[in-house]
């Protein structure tokens, strides 16, 4: 049973490839995405592990909070959802880039909020903080993006073409939410957020996700000829770099019933031991790690945050 719970935010530093495989379209290798939406994601199977390795913690407390890595002699006593959309960065005509929204990924976010919430009384439930909806198109009032065309405010992102809706009380209250959780001091995303931020509608942020992921060629090289060998081009479809994405990380008591090597994380009550166990693996998690594919060209390394129980950012 769920005990304690809180929110991981991934992100991209570099260029992230979560892959599903091969294809038969235009991409070889393309990401993983959900199947009713077309949303980008990350599977949780892919996030865990690469948490696991990253972690650092000793061998028996990894195995009693992600569970062992061989044998079935019980299960790990952390959950992990996927990881879902939340910003996704597109380039525009004026300030490089902007981060979109829109109202369908706000309102998932928000009902993901109030579900961590009533699965933990715990939890600091952020989610009253947050207001109900978001309008498009909206951006905020510093934003640092706007052009003027036909002496209106224009807003270009790719090749789509905005008027801009400025003075949403509701914007600037997700934005001074998103600064003290997930963009945390000293982080110069924080200074750039008010400035880049904008709300879309949600055809308009399905086709960003859709069409403007990054799509890089890759080969092999023959080293008898010093050309491409026969075959060896292929396509691969990337997260791009400020893509930011979050997680509910949750934690149950321990699952092991030997207990003996685990003094750190036992406790009198199931509550106090699920505490434990979510407080031990958010102190171990690095800042940065790898995730996805081809971590030797650099690719996938991403930051992380998550909010604490005290509602600060760790």
Known sequence: MVRKGTVLFVTVETPLHAGTGSELGIVDLPIQRERHTGWPKVEASG???ALREA?????NLKNAIFGPEEGELH?????LTDLRILLFPVKSGKGTFAWTISPEVYSRFLRDLKALANLDVDFVNTAKELPENLTPFTVHNNTELTVKVNDKDTVLLEEYSFNVNKGDGNLAKFVEWLENHVFKNGNSRRQDLPGKICVVENDVFNDFVRMFTEVITRTKIDPATGTVQTGALWNEEY?????VMYSLMMATPLMKEDKENLGELKADNPENEASKILLKTTKGLPKYLFLGGNETVGKGLVSLTYIINQGGNQ
């Open 239 to 243: 997260l791009p770099s400020e893509t």
């Open 47 to 49: 996030l865990k592990g």
């Open 55 to 59: 972690i650092n913690l000793d061998k």
């Open 75 to 79: 299960s790990g006593a952390l959950i």
